[in-house]
């Protein structure tokens, strides 16, 4: 057992626990990722003013990031 309780088979080898609400992430993620990579034609984007052309996946993956670097910023400050 480790000092918290947990045994190791519930450890990951980053040394977080392995949870349900983890591999629920974990999933939506990837079928977030699988989305993403699914659509790939080319759009038009409107963003306030400019107007560009581009493969919908890169947009849809920069709202990704965006998403996940805010997830992280939110997370950092509950701490």
């Given amino acids: 057992m480790s000092p918290r309780g947990e045994s190791s088979s519930?450890?990951?080898r980053a040394g977080g626990v392995v949870t349900p609400g983890?591999?629920?992430v974990l999933v939506l993620a990837i079928l977030a990722?699988?989305?993403i990579f699914e659509n790939t034609r080319r759009?038009?984007?409107r963003l306030l003013i400019p107007e560009v052309t581009m493969p919908l996946?890169?947009?849809l993956l920069?709202?990704?990031v965006v998403?996940?670097?805010c997830g992280y910023v939110l997370r950092r400050r509950s701490r």
Avoid: D, H, P
């Fill in 57 to 59: 996946y890169l947009a």
């Fill in 33 to 35: 990722l699988v989305f």
């Fill in 62 to 64: 920069a709202v990704f």
């Fill in 10 to 12: 519930t450890r990951s």
């Fill in 22 to 24: 983890r591999i629920a």
């Fill in 43 to 45: 759009v038009k984007i």
């Fill in 67 to 69: 998403g996940l670097c």
